[in-house]
T-cell receptor, first 114, second 114 residues
Framework: GAGVSQTPSNKVTEKGKYVELRCDPISGHTALYWYRQSLGQGPEFLIYFQGTGAADDSGLPNDRFFAVRPEGSVSTLKIQRTERGDSAVYLC????????????FGQGTRLTVV | DQQVKQNSPSLSVQEGRISILNCDYTNSMFDYFLWYKKYPAEGPTFLISISSIKDKNEDGRFTVFLNKSAKHLSLHIVPSQPGDSAVYFCAARISGGSNYKLTFGKGTLLTVNP
């Protein structure tokens, strides 16, 4: 498809389990971002990739969260030892560059930790 | 500490009338502002933006006004249509090294009644 694609759309996991969330950005977009939207809040920045490297991971809440983008396209957000507080919608976005162009968002993955 | 504030969680207007969504910010370093629209189960989609060197930007039915001295911006939709019913997020960005990072407000749910 032409847009940002995220899989799965929904993920329910048990507390303490490991999860991976996948993002396929728009073809040719070098910049990729992960945001997290908790209930009643706006999206909050997690991490920014320019190409294969994480240029800014200052938004990752703790070391249980990790993201990769090995070939500069698809990215995976990994959460270890999930906690109930990790429940949120995880949004991925991409843009042509990291500059002032507007980012295009995927539909998000709704993660529920029970 | 919320740097971008949307103090109205919801707004209801009649079809054909004007919708005015407000946004305040506290960080004087912000110099580029965006509005995103979000439908349920979809990611935010870019609507309109404004640079801090302007005080108004218009795109069809949508106009964004920026008052830098008051650290306030507003989105006007005229005339409002039922399809405009969605959550609207105000977002802000700092130019320079971190210009990829968006700071979002909590959003305002707009309902346009037929």
């Amino acid at each position: 498809g032409a847009g940002v694609s995220q899989t799965p759309s929904n993920k329910v996991t048990e507390k303490g389990k490991y999860v991976e969330l996948r993002c396929d950005p728009i073809s040719g977009h070098t910049a990729l971002y992960w945001y997290r939207q908790s209930l009643g809040q706006g999206p909050e920045f997690l991490i920014y990739f320019q190409g294969t490297g994480a240029a800014d991971d200052s938004g990752l809440p703790n070391d249980r969260f990790f993201a990769v983008r090995p070939e500069g396209s698809v990215s995976t957000l990994k959460i270890q030892r999930t906690e109930r507080g990790d429940s949120a919608v995880y949004l991925c976005a991409s843009s042509l560059t990291g500059g002032p162009t507007e980012a295009f968002f995927g539909q998000g993955t709704r993660l529920t930790v029970v | 500490d919320q740097q971008v504030k949307q103090n109205s969680p919801s707004l209801s207007v009649q079809e054909g009338r004007i919708s005015i969504l407000n946004c305040d910010y506290t960080n004087s370093m912000f110099d580029y502002f965006l509005w995103y629209k979000k439908y349920p189960a979809e990611g935010p989609t870019f609507l309109i933006s404004i640079s801090s060197i302007k005080d108004k930007n218009e795109d069809g039915r949508f106009t964004v006004f920026l008052n830098k001295s008051a650290k306030h911006l507003s989105l006007h939709i005229v005339p409002s249509q039922p399809g405009d019913s969605a959550v609207y997020f105000c977002a802000a960005r700092i130019s320079g090294g971190s210009n990829y990072k968006l700071t979002f407000g909590k959003g305002t749910l707009l309902t346009v009644n037929p």
